[in-house]
């Protein structure tokens, strides 16, 4: 069960749009739309950001968005925030029945 | 509202046993898919397992598999982790989420820390 590729940080300033790469396989992200992104900030439990590659649950600010191209999902944060300042995490489910977890990409709001 | 609380955790030593439960409310937890996920102390996430919602479909990450043993109790409202044979790596925060059909883990508990260590 090979861990998903993130890049360890991103940064961005107030008002600019990031994005975060997850890299995988055909045996996980690009096999499947069953992506899903995830925030957590420090000390708390994470919290589902998008589903289904694409889909944010309610309450999740349309400035996040989520999108796959082949093996590989991102999620583009527009507008950033300092809010936003936080660790994120892809997650994809596989051809073994079991989920995956990319390694966490920490933002950083200059 | 949705909860899930998770308890259980503690100090064990190498070698040893610990059972963790995560009691949920809110939501009708027979119709969902259940996992648990493990952070190690300054790390990233990582999935140990998931049921089913009627406990007929179970499986484990390859570092716990033999080792842990995930259940539930839809009467209780209950999720349950027997974890065997516990050693160092396995030190860390242990949540539970619901499940949204593979689509998403959509809630989670706050975690309880499990220590291995002599």
């Known amino acids: 069960q090979s861990a998903l590729t993130q890049p360890a940080s991103v940064s961005g300033s107030p008002g600019q749009s990031i994005t975060i790469s997850c890299t995988g396989t055909?045996?996980?992200?690009?096999?499947?739309?069953?992506v899903s992104w995830y925030q957590q900030h420090p000390g708390k439990a994470p919290k589902l950001m998008i589903y289904d590659v694409s889909n944010r649950p309610s309450g999740v600010s349309n400035r996040f968005s989520g999108s796959k191209s082949g093996n590989t999902a991102s999620l583009t944060i527009s507008g950033l925030q300092a809010e936003d300042e936080a660790d994120y995490y892809c997650?994809?489910?596989?051809?073994?029945?079991?989920?995956?977890f990319g390694p966490g990409t920490k933002v950083t709001v200059l | 509202q949705v909860q899930l609380v998770e308890s259980g955790g503690g100090l064990v030593k190498p070698g040893g046993s610990l059972r963790l439960s995560c009691a949920a409310s809110g939501f009708t937890f027979s119709d969902y898919y259940m996992s648990w996920i493990r952070q190690a102390p300054g790390k990233g996430l990582e999935w140990v397992s998931y049921i089913s919602s009627s406990g007929s479909i179970i499986y484990y990450a390859d570092s716990v598999k033999g080792r842990f043993t995930i259940s539930r109790d839809n009467a209780k409202n209950s999720l349950y982790l027997q974890m065997n044979s516990l050693r160092a790596e396995d030190t860390a925060v242990y949540y539970c989420a619901r499940d949204f059909f593979l689509s998403g883990l959509d809630y989670w508990g706050q975690g309880t820390l499990v220590t291995v260590s002599s």
């Open positions: 055909s045996s996980d992200v690009g096999g499947y739309n069953y």
């Open positions: 997650s994809s489910y596989t051809s073994s029945s079991t989920y995956v």
